[in-house]
């Protein structure tokens, strides 16, 4: 604290210890068995299994399952709760009505905040939260409409039709029918087949953002979740969390920064840039929070992004760009001593654009892929009765007691 603050000082003389951790760098908001993080040794585990085998062996839902119950699901579980998440994927007609409501260029992001809000507003008869069955019908819930909504977001944004969830289809080939199907109808066009490698690329990607423990959108679930507010209300919390380019707009802030940069010949120009501490610039995709050494999503994911590339035999120079900027940035002593290394975000953009998603809709895919932890936490603090009420302390530095003026004396 500076001289100008000793009399501040003095106005917590009696109020005993607390700690000062802006940003929450050394402070637990809570404990939970979901998903264990060794930033130093870049391991990330779902439930105790590593992400790489979680990665290499499973279906998103699969992962979905297990971040929700504790244990993955035999065939006959993961059956039953594929079918009831396709079951829930369909959406109130009134509140597909809801996207009339918004204007054309709305930013997806918008659009998914309060169409998930107003899920409680259609989904009410069975919104005890107390009820462990409930809580599990709300889940499976926001897990299921969640792509439906997505997808009706960006559908909205580009004047198509809504296209109906199929029951039959998984979850990634549901998302991308209803994405790029050019029907309106309830059944897949004869000539836009759904690609198995889209789906598995998708499938990676939804895993790796499933859930990361007490990172920004979830302890802001958390939070809100505290203090007894409804699930789709605690989840449009977390989404609008998410949206920041510091978390979950980082993916979109990559793509925004490759088309700033423009050109092989300007990334140094850019390196600068990001290194000088008087330009607010930084280079987006690289640094992480808990990461100090490598992001383990990232590894897994450099390599599918390098195999869509090639299938699509993407000759967009924005690839090119990027490797330029991965190549330059992990050989600069400012990044290396930083231990700044491309996150797993860098890469998702890179795919997503090749998987044909536009760039606004990038923190929206991340969104349906960390719903499934958003809702594992919520289940798990409403499991613990004795959850107080999330209420941070906070460091005054304002002014010390002064006297009131009236006003014409100020
Ligand atoms: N480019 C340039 N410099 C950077 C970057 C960057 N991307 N990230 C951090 N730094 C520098 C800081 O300026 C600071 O330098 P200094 O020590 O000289 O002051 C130092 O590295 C430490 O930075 P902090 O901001 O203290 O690191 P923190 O752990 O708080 O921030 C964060 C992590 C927010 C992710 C940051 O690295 C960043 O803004 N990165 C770009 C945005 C991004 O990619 N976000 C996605 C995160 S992953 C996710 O949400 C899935």
């Known amino acids: ?31 939970s068995k979901i998903t264990f993080i060794d930033g130093d040794s870049g391991v990330l585990l779902y439930r105790g299994y590593p992400i790489e085998q979680l990665a290499e062996s499973c279906e ?120 790029f199907s050019r029907s309106s109808q309830n059944y897949i066009d004869q000539d836009h087949y759904i690609d198995q490698d889209f789906v598995k690329a998708l499938n990676l990607l939804f895993i790796l953002h499933a859930d990361h423990e007490q990172n920004a959108s979830t302890s802001t679930v958390r939070l809100a979740a505290s203090t007894g507010a409804n699930p789709y209300a605690c989840i449009a919390a977390g989404i609008a969390a998410l949206w920041g380019p510091a978390h979950g707009g980082a993916n979109e802030a990559v793509l925004n920064m490759l088309a700033e940069i423009g050109t092989v010949e300007n990334v140094p120009k850019y390196i600068a840039k990001a290194k000088d501490p008087e330009d607010p610039f930084r ?58 290394y491309p996150n797993v975000d860098f890469y998702s953009g890179i795919i997503y654009k090749a998987l044909n998603i536009p760039v606004e809709m990038f923190t929206v895919m991340f969104a349906i892929a960390r719903t499934a932890g958003w809702v594992a936490h919520w289940m798990e603090m409403m499991e613990d009765a004795s959850t107080p009420i999330s209420r941070p302390r906070q460091l005054y530095v304002g002014p010390t007691r002064r006297d009131f003026q009236p006003i014409d004396e100020r």
Do not use: W
């Not at 035999?313 to 002593?333: N, T």
């Open 283 to 340: 280079l987006m995709g690289f640094g992480h929070r808990v990461y100090k050494n490598f992001d383990p999503r990232a590894t897994i994911i450099r390599k599918t992004c390098h195999e869509i590339l090639k299938k699509t035999q993407s000759s967009d120079p924005l690839f090119e760009l990027a490797l330029a900027v991965e190549e330059q940035a992990l050989k600069d002593d400012y990044f290396i001593e930083r231990k700044l």
């Open 1 to 31: 604290l500076g001289a100008d603050t000793v009399d501040i000082r003095n106005l917590y003389k009696d109020l005993g210890c607390f700690t000062h951790d802006p940003g929450f760098v050394a402070t637990a908001s809570c404990s």
């Open 60 to 179: 998103f839902t699969e992962v979905a399952y297990l971040l929700m119950n504790g244990e993955l699901p035999n065939q006959s579980q993961l059956q039953d709760f594929n079918l009831e998440i396709n079951d829930r994927a369909i959406i109130h007609e009134s509140l597909r009505k809801f996207f009339d409501g918004f204007h054309y260029d709305a930013h997806p992001m918008a659009m998914l905040v309060g169409v998930v809000g107003s899920l409680s507003a259609f989904y009410h008869s069975d919104l005890n939260i107390k009820d462990p069955v409930s809580r599990k019908v709300c889940a499976t819930r926001l897990i299921g409409k969640m792509p439906t909504i997505a997808a009706a977001s960006y559908r909205h944004s580009v004047g198509r039709p809504f296209v109906y969830p199929r029951i039959e289809l998984s979850y990634c080939e549901n998302f991308l029918n209803m994405m």
